[in-house]
Structures are given as structure tokens and as C-alpha cells.
């Protein structure tokens, strides 16, 4: 990370801070826990930061062409992102609730960098062609939706839970699909990024934390505010 400190070095710091200070200093380290994490986030995809990824989710808006889906893709990504990270905060004191949500905050990044790579190898003719109605439609439905409103919602860890299957099995995972098929350089590529998708999708059954696999279980852990 920036200023040669690693990120585990900043949690240590941070873990003594909240020793030493007490619980008046938890919103302080709340703060402090999601700047580390946005850094740590765009390290592992400086691009997403660049003017050129800024430009690519800026130009040709209002168009239904094949850039402005995968646009609006990259915005999901990064609404995806910021609610993972909110997750995070609101269960900031379940450790292991909280690195599961961080997990999946950063394959939300990764999702991003996936569609911006394959944005980068399509051909001008595919990027200003039109895109698919539905797709446009599906994306821009998914993003009328402010991640800080649903965060607001969120009481407990089932309503957490709840809100994360949601959102994994909506339509914006539809379109990142279907953009992986039809833009990937070639098959094997695709083939790939699909099964990524399907493993991140599985994972929030399968690697959830496993003394809160049930319902009950997780409406019993309040959410931070
Ligand atoms: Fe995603």
C-alpha cells in the first residue's frame, strides 16, 4: 500500500487504537477500516481508478451502443463493491463475517477489471454498435437501486444475508454474463469467466461462515449502525 505500510500493519495499528481508546473510538476506526480498504481495493485494480476507465464510464452516455452497456456493467460492479464494503462495516464486529463480505467486495473489483479488459480487446465497430434492449434495461434497473439506501435497511445478518442473494441472482449477473459470451476474445476465456461467476455466486452459500448457517442464527447478530 501507499506511504510503505502493508495493509496488516494498518490493522494492527488499528486493533491497538481500539484497545487503548475504548469504544468512543469505533466510529473513528470504522472510517479509517473502509479508506484502507478502498486503497487496498484499487491496488488490486489500478485501472479502475485511471482517467480512462473515469472516461470510459462517462462517454457516449445516453446512447444504447455496446459501450454504453458495458458502462453501465462497471458501474454495477462498483455499486456491488460499495455494498460489500458497507456490509463489511455494519458487521465490523463479527470478524469473520466481516472478511467474508470484504471477499466478496473485492471479486466485485474483479468483475470490473474482467469487463474493462474485455471493453479494451472489442474492436470500435462492437463497442459503437447497439446493444441488446433488454440488457440496457436490465443494467439501468440494477442502478436505480443506491446501495447507501439498502445499507439503511439492514437491521441484522439475515437481512445482510438476504439482501447479498439478491443481489447475486438479479439481472446484473445476467448481463455480466451475457457480455463475457458475446465479447470475450474466445471461448476459453469466456468459459472461464463464467465459471468464475458461478463460484462467486455459490461461494454465498457454500463459504459462508459456518455458525451462521441458519436463519435464526443470523437474525440474532445486529447490525452496527
Ligand atoms: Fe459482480
Redesign the pocket.
Known sequence: MGAGWSEEELYDALNVALIVGGSTVIPHLRHAVETIDRACLSTACPSLNSDSFRKGRTVMSNTDTTAELFKLAMAA?EA?EDLYLGLKAKFAHQPDVADFWREYAK??VG?ACWLESVRDKSSPEQLSAPADPSMLNDARKFLRRSPQHALEEIANLEDAYQLANELENSE??VV?EFIITNFSSDESAGSFLRSQ?RD?IARLVTDFPARFTSAASRQAVKALD
Open positions: 460492479e456491488a471479486e466485485e468483475h446484473i449477473n455480466f461467476l462467486h
